[in-house]
C-alpha cells in the first residue's frame, strides 16, 4: 500500500509559478517510478509528467515542456512538480500518481495503481 498526499494548489495569475509537493508513505519509495496527472473540468485526466526511480529520467507532455519540471527527493519520500509560466489553460486538479510495478518513467495513465486526492490549480488570465 502507498499514500500519496499533495500540497502547493491555489490560486495564481497567468505568467506566475507554483510548486506542488506530494510525499509519499508505504513501500519504499525509491523503488518505483512517480507522475503528475491532470484532470480539468469536463475533461479526461492527462499526463502532466513522470519521473523514475531515481529520479535520472523524466518525461514531459508537450503542453508543458519547457516550463514544468518534475523532480523527487528519495530520502523525503517526496516528488515535486515546478510550474512556471502558467497559462489559464493549465487550470486543473493535479493528481500526484506512484507506479509501484516499476521503476520506470511511464506515461501511460493505466501503469499507475495508486493516486492522490488531488490539489486545485487555478491560473487566472
Known amino acids: 500500500q502507498v499514500q500519496l498526499v499533495e500540497s502547493g494548489g491555489g490560486l495564481v495569475q497567468a505568467g506566475g509559478s507554483l510548486r506542488l509537493s506530494c510525499a509519499a508513505s508505504g513501500r519504499t519509495f525509491s523503488t518505483y517510478a512517480m507522475g503528475w496527472f491532470r484532470q480539468a473540468p469536463r475533461k479526461q485526466r492527462e499526463f502532466v509528467a513522470t519521473?523514475?526511480?531515481?529520479?535520472?529520467?523524466?518525461y514531459y507532455a508537450d503542453s508543458v515542456k519547457g516550463r514544468f519540471t518534475i523532480s523527487r527527493d528519495n530520502a523525503k519520500n517526496m516528488v515535486y512538480l515546478q510550474m512556471n509560466s502558467l497559462k489559464p489553460e493549465d487550470t486543473a486538479v493535479y493528481y500526484c500518481?506512484?507506479?509501484?510495478?516499476?521503476?520506470?518513467?511511464?506515461?501511460?495513465?493505466?501503469?499507475?495503481?495508486?493516486w492522490g486526492q488531488g490539489t486545485q490549480v487555478t491560473v487566472s488570465s
Open positions: 500518481a506512484a507506479a509501484t510495478s516499476t521503476g520506470w518513467a511511464t506515461k501511460a495513465l493505466s501503469g499507475y495503481d495508486y
Open positions: 519521473i523514475n526511480w531515481s529520479g535520472g529520467s523524466t
